[in-house]
Structures are given as structure tokens and as C-alpha cells.
């Protein structure tokens, strides 16, 4: 019984360890958009997307450049999924699975059907 016991907690420990934990100050800067990603390879963002971004603000507000179009509106981090929830002034929510968080890196997966696949790589200018 407690080899059987050992042998599955050992790796929930393991992983728990190795966990990221995500905390919101982490967050407040101005991240910009970076690059792609896919299982393969790295790829640039399009023409359009040059110079977009995320500043995360301290308040809970956010602004956004997409596609060269203003966003603006509130942010919430979910540290149990740990994923952020953008909410624009139209009430329309983006929400992000983050992947990856160091002081100058940001890596998400947005949580919409056709971007799945990708991985989304933003750094920050501090």
C-alpha cells in the first residue's frame, strides 16, 4: 500500500514544485508583441501587429494596441487556472493561459478556438 501510495504522489509533488507561481506585481509593465510559436518553429507577427502591445497597469486597467486599434479596459489574474481575463469597455472579454512569466518575458495561449495552437511571446521593455 505505501509503495502504491509513493508512487503517485511522488510526481504531484514533483510537478508542485516546479510550478510557476504567477504574481500580479510580475505583470505591471508594458508588454509588446514579440513573436509566434508553434510545436515546429518561431514565426514574426504580420505587418498589421508590428508595435502592438499590453500595458498592465497596476489599477486593474489595461490599454492595448491590436492590430493597430486601441483597447482599453479592466484585467483580473486567475492564479488557480493561471490565466488573465482582459475586459474591453464593450464588455467583451480575452482571456490568456499563461505559459511562461520572467521579468522580461510573457508567453500566452489565448483561450479561443483558432489561436489554441499557438503560443503568443510578448517582452517587456524593463
Known amino acids: 500500500m505505501n509503495k502504491t501510495l ?3 504522489l511522488l510526481p504531484v509533488l514533483f510537478g508542485c514544485l ?3 507561481k504567477i504574481d500580479k506585481e510580475d505583470l505591471y509593465k508594458t508588454w509588446y508583441l514579440d513573436k509566434y510559436s508553434d510545436e515546429a518553429q518561431y514565426y514574426p507577427p504580420p505587418k498589421k501587429e508590428m508595435g502592438d502591445y499590453i500595458r ?3 489599477d486593474m486597467t489595461y490599454t492595448a494596441i491590436t492590430q493597430g486599434e486601441s483597447d482599453s479596459g479592466t ?3 486567475n492564479t488557480n487556472g493561471t490565466y488573465l481575463e ?3 469597455a464593450d464588455d467583451h472579454i480575452e482571456k490568456m ?3 511562461f512569466l520572467s521579468t522580461r518575458s510573457l ?3 489565448y483561450d479561443v478556438d483558432e489561436h489554441r495552437a499557438w503560443e503568443v511571446h510578448y ?4
Open 123 to 126: 517582452v517587456s521593455g524593463t
Open 18 to 20: 516546479y510550478a510557476q
Open 75 to 77: 484585467w483580473v489574474l
Open 6 to 8: 509513493t508512487f503517485f
Open 86 to 88: 482582459l475586459k474591453s
Open 107 to 109: 508567453v500566452v495561449v
Open 56 to 58: 498592465l497597469n497596476s
Open 97 to 99: 493561459y499563461i505559459y
